[in-house]
Structures are given as C-alpha cells and as structure tokens.
C-alpha cells in the first residue's frame, strides 16, 4: 500500500532556500478566479530562468542526480509530499487534495551526449566522459528541460489553486528516458504500489516542427516499438591476395544488409509502418586481410505485436540464409528490447483536445502523424493506465518561416543547433496541462 499523506495547502507567501538557490513563490492561494494562462504569464519570467538553469546542467541518462535534486526541491518548496530515489534518480511527488480520481504526469530528466552548436548565451557548456571513457558534450537536445520546467510549473499553479480540484495530483520525474529503461526501473521499484496508483497519466514532447503557441494530438499508436538488433556474421579470415582460401564475412554482411531491405518491403503489408535501419557496420582491420567476423546494429521500429515479431523473425532467417549461402558459421543475433509502442487512449484524447482547443482557438491545436520515433511513457499505458503524450509546439512561428524560405528543415531533436522558443513553449506548456489537469481533476460545478 501507498503511505497516506497530509494535504499540504500552500500558504499565502513562501520563501525557501533550496541549496544556493532562493524560490519565492508570490500570488499564491489566488482567489480561485486566475484560469492557467493567465497565472503562467504572471510567473513566465520566473518559469524561463528556471528552465535556463536545467538547460545549462545537463546530465546523462542514468546520472541526473543534480537535475532531480533541483526537481525534487522546487517540487517540495510548491507544497508537495516528495520522495526522492525511485527507480534510481526519480522523483515521486504526491499532492492529496480530496476525493476524486489520481492523474499522474511525468517529465523526464536526462539529457544527450551531444555537444551544443546554438550559441545561446545559456548554452550548455558541460563535458563529461562517457561510459567508453571518450570525452563528450552534454546538451538537452530532446526538450527535456522544458518538460521539467513545465511540470514545475503544473504543480505550482494546481497546489496554489486547490479549491478548484479534487483528486490525487502524483507528478514523476523519470530519469533515463533516452535509453528508454526508466519508465520501467520505476514500475519495478514499485511506483504504482509505493504511490497512489493513477486512473489516468498525462505527458507532453516538445515538437521541433510545430510552432510555438500550438500543441499537437494523435489518438491510438503515435510512438513506435524500438528493439535493437547486434548481428555477427562469421566467416574464415585470411589474405586479401587469396580470398579462395577465406570465407569473407564482409561480403557476407554486404549480401545480409541489401537482402534485410526485403523484409518490409516484400513481407509486410504496405499499410502497416515498419523500418529496418543498419545504422552501423564493422568488420575488418586492414587493407589488404580479410577478417573472421563482421559486426552490424540494427534499429527495428514497428506498432503492432504481429509486425515486431515477423520483423525479428524474419531478421534471424535472412541472417542464417546469408551464411548458409557463403557456407559460413551460423551468425549470432542477439536482441535488446527497447521501447514498446505508445498507445494514446482514444477517449482519454477525446476528453482532452477540446479543453486545448478553448485553451489555445481551433487554428492552434491540431492533428499530429504518428511517429517511427520511440518513448517508454508507452510503459504506463502497458500497465494498465490510460495515458496521453500530446506535442507542444517548441519554435516561433516567424523562425520556421525564415526556415521555409531558405528551403531548409528546422534543427530536428538531438541536432545540436536544436533549441526551443522558451517563453511561448512554456506558457503552451504549463496552460495546456494544468487545463488538462483541471479538467480531469477538476469539481463538479
């Protein structure tokens, strides 16, 4: 069972020392009257130095034990009941507020070994070595730190307005999203024992393609089933000068990785989304030798169950074919299971897209294609919890313009040149999942 907590109401005025850093927390307990847009804009500035200050200390996946003591902290000064360690480097805060049903909203909290090319002035400027010992830069080249920054700020406005709610708000920051292992490291460590088990779970994904100020929804699968496959295909190593002599396990992988183009292509059908990608080949170390073994990795994104069992299947045979053709040794083919797809609840996006349309007008809240692309919030939905990941338009309108015109795409994520439009994200951000909060947290009038 969960532990029982005490409703913490937020007084009239908080300052609290959280480390080196002071948070004063002003309009709070407001009369009830403030609707989400107009309460974030009154805290946007405070909202954007915060998300300046994520944005510069980035961390690794499964190193962000400064991003969720900042988390855990700012969560803590807002008037929530936080449990720090879950999971890992996650953060549980839980806000009892009545009767009424649980939501869960969640963040993530790591970043990407990549190295910032924006020249921000807050740019991040952190380097750290990584789990080969090679030297890399740290950036949040995936959104994260708007999406903590978001959350911050969902949390301040509904413990600062809690006369207009009901329910259990239990907002998660999730370490490890990137290599898609902490959605579940939580759950094993017992999130939805430990804690008020949630009815519905909400979470938003900055879009680099979509423009500030409007947010993006897709019903049913909208994120893919990620696996990765490593491939080793042997051979008989021996002199460039007597290939007779070798069986070459190069052209052995050349045939494997041309004849894997067949399987969507020739084996399922054209309506079901499929992509089998060799991102990555080695075999060989010098000009003139020819090797025992060559090494592929392969990324394998599908939707349905069906789909990703006859791609993996279809990978060993092609595999095993190819060295029974060169009469080689059987190849290895191993398997690491990623992500599995996300599935947004038909109802749960019925209930919500209108509340963003009175939230942001008709013109700005539209329909989103889903997407190879790969998240584990999907894991809440495979336990049994309604979920929603709606996109949040993350560039100025006028930037994306000045992209068209020169005929180029926007900086994607994980491109280093990639950075949001801060102020108008987070106010997107904040207003559209505190409404949704309200809406599915909201009294009864």
Known sequence: ?????????????????IGMHATMLLATVPSGAAEPAEWTRGQIDDLVELYRHFHQHPELSLHESETAQRLADELEAAGTQVTRGVGGHGVVAVLENGPGPTLLIRTDLDALPVTERTELIYASKVRVKDEQGVETG????????????????????????NDRWSGTLVAIGQPAEERGE??????????????????????????????????????????????????????????????HMTIDPVVQAAHLIVDLQTIVSREIKPTDPAVITVGSIHGGSKHNVISDECQLQLTVRSFS?????????????????????????????????????????????????????????????????????????SRYGLAGVPIFMFRLGAVDEK?????????????????????????????????AMASAALEILGKDE
Do not use: W
């Open 182 to 243: 902490g959605a579940k490291h939580m759950l094993d460590d017992g999130l939805f024992e430990r804690f008020p088990r949630p009815d519905y779970a909400l979470a938003l994904h900055v879009d680099s393609s979509l423009a500030s100020g409007r947010v993006g929804y897709h019903a049913g699968y909208t994120l893919a089933n990620v696996d990765s496959v490593d491939i080793v295909v042997r051979g008989r190593g021996g002199h460039g000068a007597f290939p």
């Open 305 to 377: 169950d069906e789909v990703r069992q006859h791609l993996l299947a279809a990978i060993r045979r092609k595999a095993k074919a190819a060295a029974e053709s060169a009469g080689a040794p059987e190849p290895s083919v191993e398997v690491s299971e990623g992500t599995p797809a996300m599935y947004n609840d038909e109802k749960l996006v019925e209930r919500i897209v209108p509340v963003f349309r009175r939230a942001f007008g008709d013109e700005n809240v539209v329909a989103s294609d889903p997407s190879m692309g790969g998240e584990d919030f």
């Open 1 to 17: 069972m969960f532990p029982r907590f005490t409703l913490v109401r937020c007084p009239l005025t908080i300052v609290l020392c």
């Open 138 to 161: 740290v950036m949040h080249a995936c959104g994260h730190d708007v999406h903590i920054t978001s959350l911050v700020g969902v949390v301040r406005y509904l413990c600062q307005h």
């Open 399 to 431: 930037r994306l313009a000045g992209f068209a015109r020169l005929e180029q795409l926007p900086p994607s994520l994980h491109s280093p040149l990639f950075y949001p439009d801060a102020e108008p994200t987070l106010l997107t951000g904040v207003t």
